[in-house]
């Protein structure tokens, strides 16, 4: 089986520098996503970002994951690693349609045995997590 992958798309009203702004305030996430809150650290290739995870339907769970690409205005990717058969990739990307208009993207990549096992259990929750998460920035992004 080849990596398991969920994501959501979703039209902004809202220029790439307001949607960055809000993915850089770590902190401020409690303010805009519902699924990863209590976020803190840094937002440097390697650096360490610790969030709680609370997807609906799944314990929460508070987490220590390493940045794995960034690009200002564009993208943020962090990984995981849970045991020898468990990574996940979870990932922000921003992708400018016209001044003031963006695509936001939001996703989770499960690999592994049991990264897959997971994927498959929990497709519906995660589907859910990823929708949320991404009309809650459509909500915080138009606002501001």
Known sequence: ???ARIERRIGVRAS?????DLIADLPGWDRWNP??????????YGGAIALTEA???LP???AVVRVGEWQPLAQLVWAEKRGLWFRSLRYFEIEELEPGSCIF???FIFSGLRGEMHFDRHRP?????ADSIAEAMKA???AG
């Open 16 to 20: 790439t520098d307001r949607i960055w």
């Open 140 to 142: 915080a992004a138009e």
């Open 125 to 129: 929750k995660l589907r859910g997590a």
């Open 60 to 62: 929460e769970r508070r």
């Open 55 to 57: 997807i609906p339907g």
């Open 35 to 44: 699924v990863e809150t209590g976020v803190e650290g840094t937002i440097a």
């Open 1 to 3: 089986m080849e990596t």
């Open 105 to 107: 993207a939001n996703g």
